[in-house]
């Protein structure tokens, strides 16, 4: 019983001696910062610059926002799986975060595509967005470098999630019939709200097209 105490006392003295003399210090330690550089590259800026011109006063957008800053983990008992699902977002961004300019609550995501060819981390990257906007019903738009100057195109994509953003007249034509096709609002299921095109010649024909573009992705599961 004696050794027990004789232990305990030592490592006592022990976590005393590391926090009055190392961690004290180093917390009191000055140290040399540097800029690493501009926050975005030029073509994520012209990007930028484009997309706050097609929100216009919709709406707030961010940039290179971390995802454990607007998501959480859910419906986890198991602080291990906690550990590993908060850790597996603090590391990973949203290129672009379109916010409610009231509210500032989240309302899209873009993922700009930067042309570079894909790699494994490119891919998995990918999928992390998908599975956690899709979990967290956050719409998610994927975009490439070539729209940076067609504020038009992003301000039609948005359109389908931000309704307060009218988009630019465009007129297509079905793809099974040739007929004009229509702007219409869903009234109804998972995409209540949003726009969508449909064939004038409806019931006739039931052709209809989005007016947003996403990820296509094969299921791995």
Not at 5 to 23: D, E, M
Not at 87 to 104: E, G, Q, V
Not at 195 to 218: G, I
Request: hydrophobic content about 40%; proline content about 4%.
């Amino acid at each position: 019983m004696t050794n027990i105490f004789i232990i305990v006392a030592l490592l006592i003295l022990f976590f005393f001696i590391i926090q009055k003399y190392v961690v004290k210090q180093d917390n009191s330690k000055d140290y040399s910062y540097r800029v690493k550089g501009p926050v975005l590259r030029s073509q994520e800026v012209a990007f930028f610059n484009a997309l706050k011109t097609a929100v216009g006063e919709h709406g707030v957008v961010f940039s290179k926002v971390n995802m454990s800053s607007v998501i959480a983990p859910r419906d986890i008992v198991s602080k291990k799986q906690l550990f590993i699902a908060s850790n597996k977002i603090s590391r990973s961004h949203f290129d672009y975060l379109i916010c409610d300019p009231r509210t500032f609550e989240p309302r899209v995501v873009i993922e700009l595509d930067n042309g570079k060819e894909l790699n494994k981390s490119k891919v998995e990257r990918e999928k992390l967005l998908m599975q956690v906007c899709k979990s967290a019903n956050i719409p998610l738009i994927g975009t490439s470098v070539k729209h940076s100057y067609q504020v038009g195109r992003l301000r039609r994509l948005l359109a389908a999630h931000i309704d307060l953003i009218e988009p630019d007249k465009e007129i297509r034509f079905c793809k099974k019939c040739g007929s004009p096709m229509v702007i219409k609002v869903a009234s109804q299921g998972e995409f209540k709200g949003r726009r969508f095109f449909t064939c004038s010649r409806q019931p006739n024909c039931t052709y209809t097209e989005n007016y947003n573009v996403v990820f296509d992705t094969d299921d791995d599961e």
